[in-house]
T-cell receptor, first 114, second 115 residues
Framework: KNEVEQSPQNLTAQEGEFITINCSYSVGISALHWLQQHPGGGIVSLFMLSSGKKKHGRLIATINIQEKHSSLHITASHPRDSAVYICAVSKGMNYGGSQGNLIFGKGTKLSVKP | KAGVTQTPRYLIKTRGQQVTLSCSPISGHRSVSWYQQTPGQGLQFLFEYFSETQRNKGNFPGRFSGRQFSNSRSEMNVSTLELGDSALYLC??????????????FGPGTRLTVL
């Protein structure tokens, strides 16, 4: 079983719909990242969370540390939101311990139709 | 500020050769991380450097190595290339010492093809 699981793998939505992408993890973490990757390959960091909730424009990310679960919400979705959304968790020591690691989910491919 | 730059953008090598990829972080960023992305395995963490020291390392064989210079620029080297090393290699920089627990700014990647 992968340490980071995302669902759904693929998601098709109509413009304007509310979208939720889920990420579950099975390890202790220091932080959780949500990334966006467009077809050209470029990756943009959307959020970095260690607790609670963050909002940026139409994007909202939440994390529940006890349940080891995070969600990424997109309100009023638009075709330009079409991309692969990737969840990643930072685990282990990050200050000289040589054991820190960033573990990625397989990604959720989102397609928003006009 | 200029973003993270990676050179070269595309590279073709043959099995058994070695390759060096370069990454220049955003000015002022001192943490640089490297990642490999393949269709089969997705994104995987290679290593992270801060102040010329490797702080964290993923589960890759010793053929994969890296270093960071005093100006924070970083290089990664892959020796004895295998077909499976064909991938997009991405680097990312972070502004603070947090590294993997900080926001990552990604470069455009180097597409390596091993024939």
């Amino acid at each position: 079983k992968n340490e980071v699981e995302q669902s759904p793998q693929n998601l098709t939505a109509q413009e304007g719909e509310f979208i939720t992408i889920n990420c579950s993890y099975s390890v202790g973490i220091s932080a959780l990242h949500w990334l966006q990757q467009h077809p050209g390959g470029g990756i943009v960091s959307l959020f970095m969370l260690s607790s609670g909730k963050k909002k940026h424009g139409r994007l909202i990310a939440t994390i529940n540390i006890q349940e080891k679960h995070s969600s990424l919400h997109i309100t009023a979705s638009h075709p330009r939101d079409s991309a692969v959304y990737i969840c990643a968790v930072s685990k282990g020591m990050n200050y000289g311990g040589s054991q820190g690691n960033l573990i990625f989910g397989k990604g959720t491919k989102l397609s928003v139709k006009p | 500020k200029a973003g993270v730059t990676q050179t070269p953008r595309y590279l073709i090598k043959t099995r058994g050769q070695q390759v060096t990829l370069s990454c220049s972080p955003i000015s002022g960023h001192r943490s640089v991380s490297w990642y490999q992305q393949t269709p089969g395995q997705g994104l995987q963490f290679l290593f992270e450097y801060f102040s010329e020291t490797q702080r964290n390392k993923g589960n890759f064989p010793g053929r994969f190595s890296g270093r960071q210079f005093s100006n924070s620029r970083s290089e990664m080297n892959v020796s004895t290339l295998e077909l499976g090393d064909s991938a997009l290699y991405l680097c990312a920089s972070s502004p603070r010492a947090g590294g993997l627990t900080d926001t990552q700014y990604f470069g455009p990647g180097t597409r390596l093809t091993v024939l």
